[in-house]
């Protein structure tokens, strides 16, 4: 069966810092792979996605990239975040349905 | 823009009773999903619509996809505490482009 891995489950850092995050996928092969990020109790805006190695589309212009290293990886990153980068950020892949990781809640402070 | 309009957004009711949940759109999706997310964790999926006036129930829940693919309604059958929840559907697009559009949330609070 497949499975979705994210980390860290949280993260407190400061304005300006870096970020990274990374999600893995077991138990399939060339999924797509999605960020997302979540206000409090909202919907998902959609972050990032991609369809294979390297090829990421991004969907919101903002300090934030992605990155696909290997086939069942994916990565967000920032060079220097901001407070409104604070949020809860989950990774998703799909074949036909797509399934959610168990997200990483960010605070930047 | 394409968007999925989910009403209501909130929902307080007492165990027992029956509610209905709604998606709607003016896009046509190939499929459409529903999700169920608890705070500080992932959303679950629930169930996959494919097919215009398909319906599919699982145990107390009713899923149904309109016949245009441009909406779905989710009904609960006597709520329990454990229904408690954010509600998400998903539509993907006919496209191709490997986007999901989600809806705006429902949060349904079920009240022993």
């Known amino acids: 069966s497949q499975t979705i891995h994210q980390w860290p489950a949280t993260l407190v850092q400061p304005v300006g810092s870096p970020l990274s995050l990374e999600c893995t996928v077991e138990?399939?092969?060339?999924?797509?792979l999605y960020w997302y990020r979540q206000a409090a109790g909202r919907g998902l805006q959609l972050l990032f996605y991609?369809?294979?190695?390297?090829?990421i589309s991004s969907e919101v212009p903002q300090n934030l990239s992605a990155s696909r290293p290997q086939d069942r990886q994916f990565i967000l990153s920032s060079k220097k975040l901001l407070l409104s980068d604070s949020g809860f950020y989950l990774c998703?892949?799909?074949?036909?349905?797509?399934?959610f990781g168990p997200g990483t809640r960010l605070t930047v402070l | 823009t394409q968007l999925l309009e989910q009403s209501p957004q909130f929902l307080s009711i007492q165990e027992g009773e029956n509610l209905t949940v709604y998606c709607n759109s003016s896009?046509?999706?190939?499929?459409l999903q529903w999700y169920r997310q608890e705070p500080g964790e992932g959303p679950v999926l629930l169930v996959t619509?494919?097919?215009?006036?398909e319906v599919k129930k699982l145990k107390r829940l009713t899923f149904q996809f309109g016949d245009a693919r441009k909406d779905s309604s989710l009904h609960i059958t006597a709520a329990q505490p454990g229904d408690t929840g954010l509600y998400l559907c998903?539509?993907?697009?006919?496209?191709?482009?490997?986007?999901?559009?989600f809806g705006t949330g429902t949060r349904l609070k079920v009240l022993a």
């Open positions: 138990g399939t092969s060339n999924p797509n």
């Open positions: 896009s046509v999706f190939s499929s």
């Open positions: 998703a892949w799909s074949a036909n349905e797509q399934f």
């Open positions: 619509v494919v097919t215009g006036g």
């Open positions: 991609s369809v294979g190695i390297g090829q």
């Open positions: 998903a539509g993907s697009l006919t496209s191709g482009t490997y986007k999901y559009i």
